[in-house]
Each structure stands twice: as structure tokens, then as C-alpha cells.
């Protein structure tokens, strides 16, 4: 497995500015995975980030809301651009140390509220 | 389009009372099914993979087991510590960069 941490932890901010979230993990893997998981729901992917090569968004996730750089094998970012109160949510890096087996593993999430 | 449906949405279970949670799905192709639990707060904490109809799994009180259209998480004389929310997901074969498919959980209660 691996350990994976998350910066900031949680944070209130104002509608209309923007949040940079910093995914840190203790190994080099290929794959990371930004997921939202909004109060009371499911985990969502937002995009996947692999070193390299341009950020990959799910339907409903664009690039100029959802900015990713995924700049080596052990770090990534994730901004939340002019907030609204519908992001609100709690937003979760992943990692997958290995490929053939698609297990993932979880940071401890970071929790956005926009008022 | 894959669908992880997962039964039921809450449950309450007294101390040393063993059940069932249930995750079904439908997927072109199964590469991989993972059991996750979630505590209020945290990020999900990896639990099971299971692979193949018939594989089985266990960890201390849970038993994962494997069927073609569905998984079920088996918790035996479970305690106060047991609960949390618990998440299934599945992998396609058919997509390459590991993307999970989540359930909506199941969320467990058990007094003591």
C-alpha cells in the first residue's frame, strides 16, 4: 500500500475564488485519481492524473473548472476554480501502485465548504 | 454502463449479531471487485479485491465472497469498532487506467 496525505485538510472559502488542493504520496506511482464525494453520496472521478501527459476528465469535469498538474511520480494538485456552493464537497486523491491490479488507495480527503 | 448497486442503505446490528451486505453489479466484463469501509471523516480504507466467481476473502470478522452478478460482505459477531460506511466498487476490463465505479455504500451501525 501507500501512504498518501492531503493539504489542506479542510477549508471554508468564499464564493468565487478558487482552492488548490496538494496530493503527497511516499512512493512513485504512475496513476493518481482525483474523486469528489459530495454530503451523503458516493465517491465520483473526477480525472485521472499520470506524470507526464495531460490530466484525463470524466464526463461532467472540464479543465478550466477542475485544473490538474501532476508534475513527478509522487505529487499532484487539484484546483477548484470560482467556487460556488454546489462544490462544496469532500475531494480525495487516490493513488494505484500497480496496474494489473487496480487496487487504489486513498488519502484522508479534504474537506471543502463555499459560502 | 457499468452499475454497483448496494444493499441495504443502512443497517443496524447489535453487538455479536452476524449479516450480510450485498453489492450488485453489472459490468462488460469484470476485471476486479473491491470492498472498501469509509469512517466519518477519513478517505475509504482498501479492504478486499476479489477477482473471480468463487474467490473468497477474509480479515479478521469479514468474509468477502464472489459471485457472477454480485458480492456479499459477511460480518460476523461484529462489534461497536465494526462500524463505518462500507463501499463497492468494480474495475471493467474493457478500460484501461483503473477507473473504479462506486456503490453508494452501506452504512453500519452496531451497538453494543
Known amino acids: 500500500s501507500a501512504v498518501i496525505s492531503q493539504k489542506p485538510s479542510r477549508d471554508i472559502c468564499q464564493r468565487g475564488t478558487s482552492l488548490t488542493i496538494q496530493c503527497q504520496v511516499d512512493?512513485?506511482?504512475?496513476?493518481m485519481f482525483w474523486y469528489r464525494q459530495q454530503p451523503g453520496q458516493s465517491l465520483t472521478l473526477i480525472a485521472t492524473?499520470?506524470?507526464?501527459?495531460?490530466?484525463?476528465?470524466e464526463s461532467g469535469f472540464v479543465i478550466d473548472k477542475f485544473p490538474i498538474s501532476r508534475p513527478n511520480l509522487t505529487f499532484s494538485t487539484l484546483t477548484v476554480s470560482n467556487m460556488s456552493p454546489e462544490d462544496s464537497s469532500i475531494y480525495l486523491c487516490s493513488v494505484t501502485p500497480g496496474h494489473a491490479s487496480g487496487e487504489q488507495y486513498f488519502g484522508p480527503g479534504t474537506r471543502l465548504t463555499v459560502t | 454502463e457499468d452499475q454497483v448497486t448496494q444493499s441495504p442503505e443502512a443497517l443496524r446490528l447489535q453487538e455479536g449479531e452476524s449479516s450480510s451486505l450485498n453489492c450488485s453489479y453489472t459490468?462488460?466484463?469484470?476485471?476486479?471487485l473491491f470492498w472498501y469501509r469509509q469512517d466519518p471523516g477519513k478517505g475509504p480504507e482498501f479492504l478486499f479485491t476479489l477477482y473471480s466467481a468463487g474467490e473468497e476473502k477474509e480479515k479478521e470478522r469479514l468474509k468477502a465472497t464472489l459471485t457472477k452478478k454480485e458480492s456479499f460482505l459477511h460480518i460476523t459477531a461484529p462489534k461497536p469498532e465494526d462500524s463505518a460506511t462500507y463501499l463497492c466498487a468494480v474495475l471493467n476490463d474493457m478500460e484501461y487506467g483503473n477507473k473504479l465505479v462506486f456503490g453508494a455504500g452501506t452504512i453500519l451501525r452496531v451497538k453494543s
Open positions: 492524473a499520470n506524470q507526464g501527459s495531460e490530466a484525463t476528465y
Open positions: 459490468v462488460s466484463g469484470l476485471r476486479g
Open positions: 512512493s512513485q506511482v504512475t496513476m
